[in-house]
């Protein structure tokens, strides 16, 4: 994740652009400075040190913006395990099962998405995060068992 801001610096060049005025090359290579930051504390300490000298110049914000950087995404993708690709091939009816529901609700919650007042009354006092990891759990385990038994299946053995 990087964040990037972009600050004009000088009262008069400040005024130039709230009133949409183009900037001279001079003047957006000495007033229009783009900066990027690796973290997110990096980039406080700046406006911390830019805020305390701020009585020598003027200067304002005028874009900020984080921008993930897509080989993070391509690492966290690669990986990553999609577990509920495995569930959804070696549990059958999987989609009938209420912990199915139960995980949608709690993944949804711990994402900090919108859920039902029926729902968030439920799951009130629970440890979401943990809840959520047994709820799991259990389906994984269920459609291991039955990906193991595809794979090695019980053999009968007769006697005579």
Same mark, same amino acid.
């Given at each position: 994740?990087?964040?990037?801001?972009?600050?004009?610096?000088?009262?008069?060049?400040?005024?130039?652009?709230?009133?949409? =005025?183009?900037?001279?090359?001079?003047?957006?290579? &000495?007033?229009? %400075? #783009?900066?990027?930051? +690796?973290?997110?504390? !990096?980039?406080?300490?700046?406006?911390?040190?830019?805020?305390?000298?701020?009585?020598?110049?003027?200067?304002?914000?005028?874009?900020?913006?984080?921008?993930?950087?897509?080989?993070?995404?391509?690492?966290?993708?690669?990986?990553?395990?999609?577990?509920?690709?495995?569930?959804?091939?070696?549990?059958?009816?999987?989609? =009938?099962?209420?912990?199915?529901?139960?995980?949608? &609700?709690?993944? %949804? #919650?711990?994402?900090? +998405?919108?859920?039902? !007042?029926?729902?968030?009354?439920?799951?009130?006092?629970?440890?979401?995060?943990?809840?959520?990891?047994?709820?799991?759990?259990?389906?994984?385990?269920?459609?291991?068992?039955?990906?193991?038994?595809?794979?090695?299946?019980?053999?009968?053995?007769?006697?005579?």
């Amino acid at each position: 994740m990087k964040f990037i801001t972009e600050i004009i610096f000088g009262k008069e060049q400040i005024t130039k652009y709230h009133n949409s =005025q183009s900037f001279s090359d001079f003047e957006k290579i &000495i007033n229009v %400075k #783009k900066y990027t930051f +690796e973290t997110q504390l !990096e980039r406080n300490a700046f406006y911390k040190g830019l805020a305390e000298g701020a009585g020598w110049s003027e200067f304002e914000v005028v874009k900020e913006f984080e921008e993930t950087d897509h080989k993070e995404i391509n690492e966290k993708e690669e990986d990553g395990f999609d577990y509920w690709s495995f569930i959804e091939k070696f549990y059958p009816k999987y989609y =009938q099962c209420n912990n199915v529901l139960l995980s949608d &609700i709690l993944t %949804k #919650k711990l994402d900090g +998405e919108e859920i039902s !007042e029926n729902d968030e009354e439920y799951i009130k006092d629970w440890d979401v995060r943990n809840e959520l990891l047994e709820v799991d759990k259990e389906l994984l385990c269920k459609a291991f068992e039955n990906y193991f038994n595809t794979i090695y299946p019980e053999k009968v053995i007769y006697s005579k």
